[in-house]
């Protein structure tokens, strides 16, 4: 589940789509209407983002940042730190559901957590879910009860101001040993901050009453708990700076605001490296990156401190990788922890063309990208030609790199693409932190579209581009890993253009006889029929486009069962995918299979109309083994020498 970004629609509430919304920071005065101003922070990734028992701590690995805070800032006005808002939780609770203390996240109903006077069970985790509990303990829950209460509602300020208090009474600092009540402190410190801000704007008063003095000191704790235990260099830890920053002028405290700018420092250079990767190992992340270290740029401005250059070099970087990551639909491809999500885009970025499809901002120059931290992404073009369209291209992702960390997956050598407008292959999705057997499937070799050995186990390998090649009408690579105990691997992987197509060739050995697997994970519409040994197919009912998957015999006969379609399958799990964490969807994966000490997989994912054919002959011209093709009218060949490489011939 993903919160949307959206402010409280109640009367008489500023709201500035300022930082979610924009490409870079901007400094805004305070409104001058009625209730308080909320700067809407990015949207929040739902699930929460710790593993019980493990450390959540990511250490700066890079040189720090030099240039933030070094320079005043010219505000137009004193400096102020907004209420970021609820990130939509607060649409899920209405304020009868507070006067009744009853919490909400979705996707589960709502459940009675007090006795209806706001004394709340802060030990209740009736659905047995992290996410529930760490964002029940956010107590953003609480955003249209405070909204209302900023315009003046007594009623509602008695509320929220008896349920906050009632957290900062049960949970005395410290709250390190209770990781969801530790996880949400960032976010209970804005909301704590929104509470302040209501209070004065409610009782149309300029400093806090006594009866409200203990937020200031609540405040005080959460700053402290935000000293004492930094997350480090990721997404977590850049939200407890911005938060401790806020303290910092709320409060009138320069050592909070001047360690929060010495940490979003340090971890701006390790959270997105210099080519724009961010270290989280997931393009929604990525995304959410992007959206973060905007929102840190209007902090510092409103917060009356310069934000330097370096955060939005950074972010122009990242702007470029997610461009690129863009696939033919306009969208990210599921890697690692993301859920399916357009590109946003934004005014000014390359992202306004990729995000609109083409119909905003202009056509970026870069058609592949190739990333140290473990990425390929690859299009045949940015729709620039009438001919094809925006999403008349094909793009391709392939992952590669240092060990899975963080939102990662074991998702190394893993391809997606999509070609004449539609998913073509795909991941195994996201999975929710609590799904069990499911999150584990989600994030394994199985899920994704690589060669696997599950008679071994994985060691998380890091995988090696050993070379790789981008010419005009194709694109080649070679990557190498160690995916099990005694087994290598080999992939080559080649995509043409006109025909549009993917080639893989994958190669294997290992000291003990194993069953190699080359999966291929099909969208959920499509159907997929096996004709024979060589050759599947699959479409969605009266879809224009079909897939012909075929391999070709290479090094090795193709035995019995050497392609395979898994569906539904549930011991073991495969043919499934997740589009958001709490949506699973069958969905066909077609397995082309091998046993024995070696393998050789020759295989073609061939994109064509629904009408369309692929033919295809074989060839051995002294030490080059070439196959040729004729892919509904289009010709084209491929050849694989005789030292080993793949690349197109014709």
Known sequence: MRFRGTAVAAVGIAVLLLGAGTASGEIRAPGETPGIQIVPGPEEPGGAEFVPGASNVVPATAAPATDIGTAAVQSLAAPFYACPGYSGLETQNPLANLYADKFTWSPYAAYKVGNGGGNINWSLNPYKNASWYMWFHSLRWLGQGIAAASTGNLTALTRVNTIAYDWYRDNP???????????????????????????????????????????????????????????????????????????????????????????????????????????????????????LWGRAITVLQNGGVSPGTTIQTRRALLAKWLTLATNSVGRLPQIGDTELQATYPYAGTPMEYAGSLGTKGTAPPWRVGVYSAGYVFGRTGWGTDPARGFRGESAYSIRYGPPRAFHGHFDHTGITYTARGRDIVINGGYAAYNAGVWRTWTLGPSAHSVMTTPLSTYTNPTTRLAAYSVKTTSESYVFTDAPGSGISRVRRVLVLKDPDLLVTWDVASARTAQAFQTLWHLPSDQRASVYSRTTATAIAPRDSTKTILFQVPFKQALPPGAILVKQAQTSPIQGWTYPSSFVRKSAPTLMLARSGKTASILSFVVPVRASGTVTYSVRQSGTTFIVSLNVGGRRAAIAISGGGSLYRAG
């Open 173 to 291: 600092y410290s709250w390190k040993a209770n990781v969801g009540a530790w996880e949400s402190t960032m976010h209970r410190t804005n909301v704590l901050i929104c509470l302040r801000q209501a209070i004065l704007s409610g009782l149309k008063v300029t400093a806090v009453p006594a009866r409200y003095a203990w937020v200031d000191a609540a405040l005080l704790s959460h700053a402290r708990f935000l000293t004492n235990y930094w997350s480090g260099a990721w997404n977590h830890g850049t939200d407890e700076s911005i938060a401790l920053f806020g303290v910092g002028v709320t409060l009138n405290r320069s050592d909070y605001k001047n360690l929060a700018v010495k940490r979003l420092a340090a971890g701006i250079t390790t959270s997105i490296d210099a080519q724009g990767s961010t270290n989280e190992q997931s393009t929604g992340y990525a995304a959410f990156n992007y959206r």
